[in-house]
């Protein structure tokens, strides 16, 4: 059996009330090779000082300005010593056999590149559709808690795109299914990893900004310029109808 280590990065920026959770849930997993890299964005309200309350137990931590999100997880994927990387953001949480079933998928399945497991996140997501990545986000389960990459493969695949401020995990997931035709499989349903917060940065983003970065992801990364507007089109005015029929029954 292999031992594999796991690298989890986790962003904070002023997130003193769910930190500690964050924190706790990975010193309560039962599979225990693994290390902890946390990078603040230079917060002020408190959250330095609950993470220093755990400082030993986390194998780098910093605080500093920073250049948004994903500017925060390459520097943790710089930091790096681990076979697989996970990412853990603030908000969210690992119940305390993620690790373990992360370690035995890739034992198991040597061959894969990455894994999406079953996440609790309004409801249960599960599952990996990855043709479904030319239409939708709806492909996969959640970045956060959800992903783990072998080291090996992000370095192949390089850095999130710091262009993009709300979504390069799709743009990362985009070069790594379809550019590199990479291998990748999803967990079984009930092999749940943890539970994704419902208040981080996607619960505060426009629909428009996110539809029009998503669409420019696509049109980067090559996709039919006609397919990508008519997708665009036509999610946008699904949005504007459902909006007005939500209105009407009121």
Same mark, same amino acid.
């Given at each position: 059996?292999?031992?594999?280590?796991?690298?989890?990065?986790? #962003?904070?920026?002023?997130?003193?009330?769910?930190?500690?959770?964050?924190?706790?849930?990975?010193?309560?997993?039962? &599979?225990?090779?693994?290390?902890?890299?946390?990078?603040?964005? %230079?917060?002020?309200?408190?959250?330095?000082?609950?993470?220093?309350?755990?400082?030993?137990?986390?194998?780098? !931590?910093?605080?500093?300005?920073?250049?948004?999100?994903?500017?925060?997880?390459?520097?943790?994927?710089?930091?790096?010593?681990?076979?697989?990387?996970?990412?853990? +953001?603030?908000?969210?949480?690992?119940?305390?056999?993620?690790?373990?079933? #992360?370690?035995?998928?890739?034992?198991? &399945?040597?061959?894969?590149?990455?894994?999406? %497991?079953? #996440?609790?996140?309004?409801?249960?997501?599960?599952?990996?559709?990855?043709?479904?990545? !030319?239409?939708?986000?709806?492909? &996969?389960?959640?970045?956060?808690?959800?992903?783990?990459?072998?080291?090996?493969?992000?370095?192949?695949?390089? &850095?999130? +795109?710091?262009?993009?401020?709300?979504?390069?995990?799709?743009?990362?997931?985009?070069?790594?299914?379809?550019?590199?035709?990479?291998?990748?499989?999803?967990?079984?349903?009930?092999?749940?990893?943890?539970?994704?917060?419902?208040?981080?940065?996607?619960?505060?983003?426009?629909?428009?900004?996110?539809?029009?970065?998503?669409?420019?992801?696509?049109?980067?990364?090559?996709?039919?310029?006609?397919?990508?507007?008519?997708?665009?089109?036509?999610? !946008?005015?699904?949005?504007?109808?459902?909006?007005?029929?939500?209105?009407?029954?009121?």
């Amino acid at each position: 059996m292999k031992n594999l280590k796991i690298s989890i990065i986790t #962003v904070v920026k002023n997130n003193k009330d769910t930190i500690e959770k964050n924190i706790l849930s990975l010193l309560n997993q039962n &599979y225990k090779n693994y290390e902890h890299i946390v990078i603040d964005g %230079g917060s002020t309200d408190g959250t330095i000082e609950v993470i220093n309350k755990y400082k030993k137990h986390i194998k780098y !931590f910093i605080s500093e300005k920073d250049n948004g999100i994903y500017d925060a997880m390459n520097k943790g994927i710089d930091r790096v010593e681990g076979d697989i990387i996970g990412i853990l +953001n603030s908000d969210d949480y690992y119940f305390s056999n993620a690790l373990q079933i #992360v370690n035995d998928y890739f034992e198991k &399945y040597n061959e894969i590149d990455f894994l999406f %497991g079953s #996440v609790k996140k309004h409801t249960l997501q599960t599952g990996f559709y990855p043709k479904k990545i !030319f239409w939708t986000f709806g492909f &996969y389960t959640s970045h956060s808690v959800g992903f783990f990459i072998k080291s090996e493969a992000q370095k192949r695949i390089g &850095y999130y +795109n710091t262009k993009y401020k709300y979504s390069s995990d799709y743009d990362l997931f985009f070069k790594m299914i379809v550019k590199f035709k990479m291998k990748g499989m999803a967990t079984n349903k009930d092999e749940v990893m943890g539970h994704f917060g419902l208040n981080g940065l996607s619960s505060k983003l426009k629909y428009i900004d996110y539809l029009n970065e998503n669409t420019q992801i696509r049109l980067d990364n090559g996709q039919n310029k006609f397919f990508v507007w008519c997708i665009h089109y036509l999610r !946008f005015f699904k949005r504007v109808f459902r909006i007005i029929k939500e209105q009407n029954k009121t």
